[in-house]
């Protein structure tokens, strides 16, 4: 895939996930979802939108790309039934195995054969894995900078090579800026996702993807035998769940239902 010199071209990397209503299962050791429904993980759907405003206002191309089985060619259409331009799936017999560490070096080697990428967009984590840990891990193997939890996207000044943003935290909100090529993690507090459209949907159908394996990147041998198998998730256990008590206060007036309340905490020791 090769892009105009100079064209501003932005990537976006999404997992295809269970539906977010979908049971965790574990049998015989192995951890799986069953037969649910496949989608765009939540998260990435928001990464997709600020992608394609970026493009919808400084011109140049979106391409999605994902690491996954040949099903996650779904994934990639409904991306390119939003808009995106372009899709790329890595594919490879193992990946099935792979932990957040692999999956990340795996991507930064694409991104890192593309042309003019200015921005790296993901979710802020997947909803089955749930590590939060690829997007950051990402920027680090690509010596990029990388601004996680993003909320606003508040300036890029192609030009100048620059970037402004503000992350969500739970302290507050925190403006950040630094510099292009970067790449960054949003939240869904950035912006409303559109939905695919028809036009889309009909160019979904037909779009040609890319697939690149892990021999197309020199990787096969290093991956199998480095990294392959370095971590594995074999058990999952229930939440306890905690017994609650519920006493519901009656009372002629508000006054005195309240009074009662504030001598019931005092009792308690809750006041
Ligand atoms: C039940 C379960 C438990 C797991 N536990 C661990 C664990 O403890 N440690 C560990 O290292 N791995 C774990 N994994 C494996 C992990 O899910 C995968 O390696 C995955 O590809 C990356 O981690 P994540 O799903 O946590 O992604 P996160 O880091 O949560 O994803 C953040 C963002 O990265 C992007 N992204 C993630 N995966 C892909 C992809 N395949 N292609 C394109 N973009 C992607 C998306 O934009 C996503 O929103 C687990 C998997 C399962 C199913």
Not at 3 to 28: R, W
Not at 46 to 72: N, Q, W
Request: hydrophobic share 40%; proline share 3%; with cysteine.
């Amino acid at each position: 895939m090769s892009f105009e010199e100079g064209e501003l071209h932005n990537l976006v990397c999404i997992k295809h996930t269970p539906d977010s209503a979908a049971k965790m299962l574990v049998e015989n050791g192995v951890v799986s979802w069953g037969d649910a429904p496949m989608v765009v993980n939540p998260w990435d759907e928001y990464a997709i939108e600020e992608a394609l405003s970026v493009r919808d206002k400084f011109g140049g191309s979106v391409t999605v790309l994902t690491m996954g089985p040949e099903s996650a060619k779904e994934a990639l259409k409904t991306a390119i039934a939003m808009g995106c331009d372009h899709g790329i799936l890595i594919s490879d017999a193992s990946i099935a195995s792979y932990d957040a560490r692999i999956t990340s070096i795996v991507i930064s080697k694409v991104i890192a054969t593309l042309d003019n990428v200015q921005i790296v967009f993901f979710g802020k984590q997947a909803i089955d894995g749930d590590t939060g840990l690829v997007p950051m891990s990402v920027a680090y193997a690509l010596g990029w900078p990388g601004f996680s939890y993003v909320a606003e996207l508040s300036e890029i000044d192609i030009e100048n090579q620059h970037i402004s943003v503000v992350r969500l935290l739970e302290e507050g909100r925190q403006s950040c800026s630094g510099k292009i090529p970067a790449v960054i993690s949003v939240v869904k507090e950035i912006n409303e996702p559109r939905y695919p459209s028809f036009v889309g949907i009909r160019k979904a159908s037909k779009a040609e993807m890319q697939v690149i394996t892990l021999d197309d990147l020199g990787l096969g041998d290093q991956i199998s035998s480095d990294y392959n198998g370095s971590l594995n998730w074999s058990e999952i256990q229930e939440l306890s769940r905690k017994s609650t008590d519920a006493e519901l206060l009656e009372g002629s007036d508000m006054h005195s239902i309240a009074s009662e309340l504030v001598e019931k905490l005092i009792e308690d020791k809750v006041i």
